[in-house]
């Protein structure tokens, strides 16, 4: 059984002591700049000259300087900028800055695990990876409550390297509700894994699919989408209570019976041998560097994807009528649809 720890298995007071630098203010590191600081913590945010997340961490009160003076002062460093220019920012402006006992800490292990960051042997090298979009760790700590997180220690020179892993968890609300030991290698390739095979990449793919297929067979594209995207929450809420059995629980007889004898046949026992070499390519690093080689360039197939799968049908068909719906509040309001192009 995975070792789980909740808020009496960690001390606050053990941040509370430290300075922490957040570097980076999107989606992940606003969320721990404002927990941590609402928890009672110190923080200071470390942004690029010119920065468009200056404004929105000042507005929230927070203290922002370079990353070179931010690092400089801080006890912690979170490192919260995109996997991509991580490795550049820690050679440039993080290491030749690190006081000589730092901890360094991540949200995700992909520069430790293939090597794009290799920090000295006198800092604790620690991870924090909650499972939900930033703005989602946010929003229920606001709430009173938190997101799960898994965390690491890929290296522990200080011999207190667990303590502050698990204070940290607990100021930005990770074990309200309940934070897994995990290790660098396990988080990186299973956190690649989750979003590629199931939660983004399959799933995705899934949708389109059900999308055309309807669409093709002379379906309203409109109630093509209610029907293999817009329900799609309604039944991962129901999963995320209580597992697959409640949503067939919940669902009609008929649904169940579908899911039985159909599930299978479009998701066939070939599936699984893809997801497997999709595994082998995230174990051996060349998903990665495949992704950052191209990211090097200027990122020309990433923007080529982000734009072809931007145009498809159902996103147009989505946009138009998710206006229509009162209810969709688009509660976060930095999100623009059809921002990448
Ligand atoms: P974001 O893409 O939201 O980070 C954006 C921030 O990075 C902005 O403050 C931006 O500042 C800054 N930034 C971007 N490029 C540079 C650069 N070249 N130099 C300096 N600053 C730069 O990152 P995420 O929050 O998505 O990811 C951060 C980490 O958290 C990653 O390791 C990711 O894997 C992990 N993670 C993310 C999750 C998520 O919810 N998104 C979930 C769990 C883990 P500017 O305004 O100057 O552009
Ligand atoms: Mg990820
Ligand atoms: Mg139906």
Not at 275 to 287: A, R, T
Request: one cysteine or more; a negative charge.
């Amino acid at each position: 059984m995975a070792e789980i720890y909740y808020e009496d298995d960690a001390d606050l007071s053990v941040i509370q002591s430290k300075k922490v630098a957040v570097i980076g203010y999107g989606s992940q590191g606003h969320a721990h700049a404002l927990n941590l600081r609402d928890s009672g913590v110190d923080v200071v945010v470390g942004l690029r000259e010119g920065s468009s997340s200056r404004a929105k961490a000042e507005e929230q009160g927070l203290t922002v300087k370079s990353v070179a003076d931010a690092v400089k002062e801080a006890d912690v460093i979170m490192i919260l900028l995109p996997d991509q220019v991580q490795g550049a920012v820690y050679q440039a402006e993080i290491e030749p800055n690190l006081k000589s006992d730092a901890a360094l800490f991540f949200a995700h292990g992909f520069n430790i695990r293939f090597g794009y960051i290799k920090p000295g042997a006198g800092h604790d090298v620690c991870m924090v990876a909650p499972k939900g979009p930033g703005h989602v760790v946010r929003r229920t700590f606001v709430a009173g409550q938190g997101v799960p997180d898994v965390i690491a220690v890929e290296q522990d020179a200080s011999g207190n390297a667990w303590e502050l892993t698990k204070a940290y968890a607990k100021g930005i609300g990770g074990t309200r509700a309940g934070v897994i030991k995990t290790t660098f290698t396990e988080e990186t390739e299973t956190d690649l894994f989750g979003e590629q095979d199931v939660l983004c990449g399959g799933v995705s793919k899934l949708i389109e699919y059900g999308f055309e297929t309807l669409v093709e067979a002379g379906y309203q594209p409109e109630i093509a989408y209610f029907e293999v995207c817009h329900e799609l929450k309604l039944i991962v809420d129901l999963i995320n209570e209580g597992g697959l059995s409640k949503m067939r629980w919940s669902i009609s007889d008929t649904a169940e019976y579908g899911d039985y004898v159909s599930g299978p046949r479009v998701i066939t026992p070939d599936v699984k041998t893809h997801m497997k070499e999709v595994l082998s390519d995230i174990q051996d690093g060349s998903f990665a560097k495949r992704f950052m080689d191209d990211q090097a360039a200027g990122a020309p197939e990433f923007k080529k994807l982000r734009a072809e799968h931007e145009s498809h049908q159902i996103e147009k068909v989505g946009g138009e009528l998710r206006k229509m719906f009162t209810w969709n509040t688009n509660k976060d309001t930095d999100y623009v649809e059809g921002h990448a192009s």
